[in-house]
T-cell receptor, first 109, second 113 residues
Framework: ELKVEQNPLFLSMQEGKNYTIYCNYS?????LYWYRQDPGKSLESLFV?????AVKQEGRLMASLDTKARLSTLHITAAVHDLSATYFC?????????FGQGTILTVHP | DTEVTQTPKHLVMGMTNKKSLKCEQH?????MYWYKQKAKKPPELMFV???????INESVPSRFSPECPNSSLLNLHLHALQPEDSALYLC????????????FGPGTRLTVL
Protein backbone atom coordinates (compact mmCIF):
# COMPACT_ATOMS: atom_id res chain seq x y z
CA GLU A 1 0.00 0.00 0.00
CA LEU A 2 1.31 3.40 -0.99
CA LYS A 3 2.16 5.68 1.90
CA VAL A 4 2.77 9.39 1.45
CA GLU A 5 4.18 11.21 4.45
CA GLN A 6 4.66 14.93 4.83
CA ASN A 7 6.59 16.78 7.45
CA PRO A 8 6.18 18.92 9.25
CA LEU A 9 2.41 18.69 9.68
CA PHE A 10 2.26 22.13 11.25
CA LEU A 11 4.55 24.99 10.36
CA SER A 12 4.48 28.41 11.93
CA MET A 13 6.75 30.79 10.09
CA GLN A 14 7.75 34.35 10.48
CA GLU A 15 7.39 36.62 7.49
CA GLY A 16 10.59 36.86 5.53
CA LYS A 17 11.95 33.50 6.63
CA ASN A 18 12.68 30.42 4.52
CA TYR A 19 11.53 26.89 5.15
CA THR A 20 11.09 23.52 3.46
CA ILE A 21 8.25 21.01 3.52
CA TYR A 22 9.18 17.40 2.85
CA CYS A 23 7.14 14.71 1.14
CA ASN A 24 8.28 11.07 1.27
CA TYR A 25 6.48 8.27 -0.53
CA SER A 26 6.83 4.53 -0.32
CA UNK A 27 6.59 3.24 -3.89
CA UNK A 28 7.97 4.03 -7.31
CA UNK A 29 6.30 6.91 -9.07
CA UNK A 30 7.41 9.45 -11.62
CA UNK A 31 4.59 11.90 -10.99
CA LEU A 32 4.18 14.05 -7.97
CA TYR A 33 1.87 16.99 -7.41
CA TRP A 34 1.70 19.83 -4.95
CA TYR A 35 -1.65 21.40 -4.12
CA ARG A 36 -2.68 24.30 -1.93
CA GLN A 37 -5.96 24.45 0.00
CA ASP A 38 -7.31 27.50 1.77
CA PRO A 39 -9.76 26.92 4.66
CA GLY A 40 -13.16 25.81 3.41
CA LYS A 41 -11.98 25.94 -0.20
CA SER A 42 -11.03 23.50 -2.89
CA LEU A 43 -7.58 22.40 -3.99
CA GLU A 44 -5.46 24.57 -6.24
CA SER A 45 -2.77 22.93 -8.33
CA LEU A 46 0.68 24.41 -7.67
CA PHE A 47 3.19 22.11 -9.34
CA VAL A 48 3.39 18.93 -11.36
CA UNK A 49 6.75 17.16 -11.19
CA UNK A 50 7.13 14.54 -13.88
CA UNK A 51 10.69 13.25 -13.74
CA UNK A 52 13.67 12.71 -11.53
CA UNK A 53 15.46 15.95 -10.83
CA ALA A 54 12.51 18.08 -11.88
CA VAL A 55 12.48 21.53 -10.33
CA LYS A 56 9.71 24.08 -10.72
CA GLN A 57 9.38 27.56 -9.30
CA GLU A 58 6.48 29.95 -9.00
CA GLY A 59 6.95 33.12 -7.02
CA ARG A 60 8.18 32.29 -3.52
CA LEU A 61 7.58 28.55 -3.92
CA MET A 62 9.97 26.03 -5.45
CA ALA A 63 9.31 22.31 -5.72
CA SER A 64 11.73 19.50 -6.54
CA LEU A 65 11.55 15.77 -7.05
CA ASP A 66 14.09 13.01 -6.37
CA THR A 67 12.51 9.77 -7.57
CA LYS A 68 15.42 7.65 -6.41
CA ALA A 69 15.05 8.89 -2.84
CA ARG A 70 11.24 8.99 -3.23
CA LEU A 71 11.34 12.52 -1.89
CA SER A 72 9.87 15.82 -2.95
CA THR A 73 10.44 19.18 -1.31
CA LEU A 74 8.48 22.41 -1.35
CA HIS A 75 10.74 25.31 -0.46
CA ILE A 76 9.31 28.61 0.71
CA THR A 77 11.44 31.70 0.28
CA ALA A 78 10.85 34.90 2.23
CA ALA A 79 7.40 33.87 3.42
CA VAL A 80 4.49 36.30 3.32
CA HIS A 81 1.12 36.09 5.04
CA ASP A 82 -0.67 35.22 1.78
CA LEU A 83 1.10 31.86 1.75
CA SER A 84 -0.82 30.74 4.84
CA ALA A 85 -2.75 27.62 3.77
CA THR A 86 -2.61 23.82 3.85
CA TYR A 87 -0.18 22.28 1.37
CA PHE A 88 -0.60 18.73 0.13
CA CYS A 89 1.71 16.58 -1.91
CA UNK A 90 0.10 13.79 -3.90
CA UNK A 91 1.60 10.81 -5.68
CA UNK A 92 0.06 9.34 -8.83
CA UNK A 93 0.21 5.52 -8.90
CA UNK A 94 -1.27 4.92 -11.53
CA UNK A 95 -4.11 7.29 -12.26
CA UNK A 96 -4.93 7.37 -8.56
CA UNK A 97 -3.81 10.28 -6.45
CA UNK A 98 -2.75 9.43 -2.92
CA PHE A 99 -2.30 12.51 -0.77
CA GLY A 100 0.02 13.22 2.11
CA GLN A 101 -1.51 14.32 5.40
CA GLY A 102 -1.05 17.98 4.55
CA THR A 103 1.11 20.69 6.10
CA ILE A 104 -0.75 23.55 7.75
CA LEU A 105 1.36 26.63 7.17
CA THR A 106 0.81 29.81 9.15
CA VAL A 107 2.89 32.88 8.35
CA HIS A 108 2.86 35.59 10.99
CA PRO A 109 4.51 39.01 11.21
CA ASP B 1 -10.74 27.55 -18.96
CA THR B 2 -9.77 25.16 -16.17
CA GLU B 3 -13.05 25.21 -14.34
CA VAL B 4 -14.87 22.35 -12.70
CA THR B 5 -18.24 23.31 -11.27
CA GLN B 6 -20.17 21.53 -8.55
CA THR B 7 -23.70 21.90 -7.27
CA PRO B 8 -25.00 22.37 -4.70
CA LYS B 9 -22.39 24.17 -2.60
CA HIS B 10 -24.03 23.04 0.61
CA LEU B 11 -26.41 20.17 1.30
CA VAL B 12 -28.12 19.10 4.50
CA MET B 13 -29.98 15.81 4.40
CA GLY B 14 -31.56 13.34 6.73
CA MET B 15 -30.54 9.70 6.90
CA THR B 16 -33.63 8.62 4.93
CA ASN B 17 -33.30 11.17 2.15
CA LYS B 18 -32.15 10.65 -1.40
CA LYS B 19 -30.09 13.43 -2.94
CA SER B 20 -27.57 13.91 -5.74
CA LEU B 21 -24.38 15.88 -6.18
CA LYS B 22 -23.53 17.20 -9.61
CA CYS B 23 -20.19 17.96 -11.24
CA GLU B 24 -19.56 19.48 -14.65
CA GLN B 25 -16.50 20.30 -16.73
CA HIS B 26 -16.16 21.63 -20.26
CA UNK B 27 -12.44 21.14 -20.75
CA UNK B 28 -12.84 18.00 -22.85
CA UNK B 29 -11.37 15.90 -20.05
CA UNK B 30 -12.13 12.19 -20.28
CA UNK B 31 -11.34 11.26 -16.67
CA MET B 32 -13.46 12.39 -13.73
CA TYR B 33 -13.12 11.69 -10.05
CA TRP B 34 -15.00 11.87 -6.77
CA TYR B 35 -13.11 12.49 -3.53
CA LYS B 36 -14.29 12.74 0.05
CA GLN B 37 -12.50 15.06 2.46
CA LYS B 38 -13.10 15.15 6.20
CA ALA B 39 -12.06 18.18 8.20
CA LYS B 40 -8.30 18.59 8.57
CA LYS B 41 -7.66 15.45 6.53
CA PRO B 42 -6.45 14.90 2.96
CA PRO B 43 -8.90 14.04 0.18
CA GLU B 44 -9.63 10.35 -0.23
CA LEU B 45 -10.40 8.92 -3.64
CA MET B 46 -13.85 7.36 -4.01
CA PHE B 47 -14.46 6.75 -7.71
CA VAL B 48 -12.75 7.26 -11.05
CA UNK B 49 -14.48 7.39 -14.42
CA UNK B 50 -12.58 7.09 -17.66
CA UNK B 51 -14.37 7.65 -20.95
CA UNK B 52 -17.69 7.50 -19.09
CA UNK B 53 -16.98 4.07 -17.63
CA UNK B 54 -16.31 3.36 -13.99
CA UNK B 55 -12.65 2.55 -13.74
CA ILE B 56 -11.94 2.59 -10.02
CA ASN B 57 -14.21 2.09 -7.01
CA GLU B 58 -12.28 2.38 -3.78
CA SER B 59 -14.57 0.01 -1.91
CA VAL B 60 -17.10 2.75 -1.30
CA PRO B 61 -20.35 1.73 0.44
CA SER B 62 -23.30 1.21 -1.88
CA ARG B 63 -25.17 4.13 -0.34
CA PHE B 64 -22.96 6.19 -2.66
CA SER B 65 -23.80 5.58 -6.31
CA PRO B 66 -21.83 7.36 -9.05
CA GLU B 67 -23.09 8.03 -12.52
CA CYS B 68 -21.46 9.53 -15.60
CA PRO B 69 -24.25 10.42 -18.08
CA ASN B 70 -21.82 11.96 -20.58
CA SER B 71 -18.24 13.09 -20.86
CA SER B 72 -18.92 16.44 -19.20
CA LEU B 73 -21.11 15.37 -16.30
CA LEU B 74 -20.55 13.33 -13.17
CA ASN B 75 -23.19 12.68 -10.54
CA LEU B 76 -23.02 11.15 -7.10
CA HIS B 77 -26.33 9.77 -5.87
CA LEU B 78 -26.74 9.58 -2.12
CA HIS B 79 -29.18 7.36 -0.24
CA ALA B 80 -29.50 6.32 3.40
CA LEU B 81 -26.36 8.12 4.45
CA GLN B 82 -24.96 8.12 7.95
CA PRO B 83 -23.83 11.14 10.00
CA GLU B 84 -20.20 10.04 9.53
CA ASP B 85 -20.63 10.63 5.81
CA SER B 86 -20.72 14.36 6.49
CA ALA B 87 -17.73 15.81 4.64
CA LEU B 88 -16.61 17.95 1.72
CA TYR B 89 -17.15 16.08 -1.54
CA LEU B 90 -14.77 17.13 -4.26
CA CYS B 91 -15.03 16.43 -7.96
CA UNK B 92 -11.96 16.57 -10.19
CA UNK B 93 -11.15 16.00 -13.84
CA UNK B 94 -8.06 15.41 -15.93
CA UNK B 95 -7.31 14.99 -19.61
CA UNK B 96 -7.10 11.23 -19.24
CA UNK B 97 -6.86 8.80 -16.33
CA UNK B 98 -3.08 8.94 -16.22
CA UNK B 99 -2.02 12.37 -17.22
CA UNK B 100 -0.88 15.49 -15.51
CA UNK B 101 -2.92 17.61 -13.16
CA UNK B 102 -6.33 16.89 -11.82
CA UNK B 103 -8.42 20.05 -11.62
CA PHE B 104 -10.69 20.22 -8.62
CA GLY B 105 -14.10 21.76 -8.29
CA PRO B 106 -15.11 23.92 -5.31
CA GLY B 107 -16.76 21.00 -3.54
CA THR B 108 -20.11 20.28 -1.92
CA ARG B 109 -20.25 20.56 1.86
CA LEU B 110 -22.55 17.72 2.96
CA THR B 111 -24.12 17.46 6.38
CA VAL B 112 -26.09 14.34 7.29
CA LEU B 113 -28.41 14.72 10.26
Amino acid sequence: ELKVEQNPLFLSMQEGKNYTIYCNYSTTSDRLYWYRQDPGKSLESLFVLLSNGAVKQEGRLMASLDTKARLSTLHITAAVHDLSATYFCAVDVPGKLTFGQGTILTVHP
Amino acid sequence: DTEVTQTPKHLVMGMTNKKSLKCEQHMGHRAMYWYKQKAKKPPELMFVYSYEKLSINESVPSRFSPECPNSSLLNLHLHALQPEDSALYLCASSQEIRTDTQYFGPGTRLTVL
